[in-house]
């Protein structure tokens, strides 16, 4: 009976494409720490032709609960928000605004994720009730939007957004008010956080 004869640069071609295949696979499931890899199957329709989205824009994860997608044109931004949404991964894309733009009185709203402390999706309202100074939070040197929006274990570090749905802030921590009773929430301004993402996804 004659040996079978094989080809070891097709098998060793195959073989390298299954496993990429796999690591392709395995990076898109949902471990509870972001992941780039989740959004391999978003495809952006800009300039007239359907592009991978990492063609449009740079996607990075500043840290294990967020995925930053830095968008090169501009005026493509709604584009790219839409392929995200319609891609059915079960993500909604959050628009970068400014802590600048957030007045005494606006509705905050404070988004918590599961994973964060909390077994569950959490959803807070409030408002914007003033600005706490450097040194209000264990001596850090930054300032806080003050909100009346409880901030505990299971919403820390997820996303504070206006009544417009842009991320202003990322909710840090909550604390007695001294000078009024109750407890307040200390979300950290966008515009501060900011050079932080465009550092990652660089």
Do not use: C
């Not at 972001?34 to 800009?46: C, F, R």
């Not at 970068?96 to 733009?101: A, V």
């Amino acid at each position: 009976m004659a040996a079978g004869k094989f080809d070891l640069n097709d098998l060793d071609r195959r073989m390298h494409a299954s496993i990429d295949a796999l690591k392709k696979d395995l990076g898109g499931l949902r471990t509870g720490r972001a992941s780039v890899h989740l959004l391999d199957p978003v495809v952006v329709t800009v300039y007239g032709a359907r592009m991978p989205l990492n063609q449009v824009a740079t996607v990075s994860t500043p840290d294990a609960r967020m995925i930053a997608v830095q968008v090169w044109d501009k005026s493509q931004v709604s584009a790219v928000e839409k392929a995200i949404r319609e891609a059915n991964l079960g993500l909604n894309p959050i628009p970068i605004g400014s802590s600048k733009s957030v007045n005494l009185g606006d509705t905050i709203i404070i988004i918590g994720f599961p994973g964060l402390g909390g077994s569950s999706l959490t959803v807070t309202r409030g408002i914007h009730s003033g600005i706490a100074p450097p040194g209000t939070f264990q001596g850090d040197p930054g300032t806080f939007i003050k909100t009346d929006t409880e901030i505990n274990r299971g919403n820390s570090g997820g996303t504070a957004i206006n009544s417009a749905g842009e991320l202003i802030g990322v909710p840090t921590a909550g604390r007695i008010d001294r000078e009024a009773p109750g407890k307040i929430g200390l979300v950290r301004p966008i515009d501060e956080a900011r050079p932080l993402i465009d550092k990652a996804a660089r």
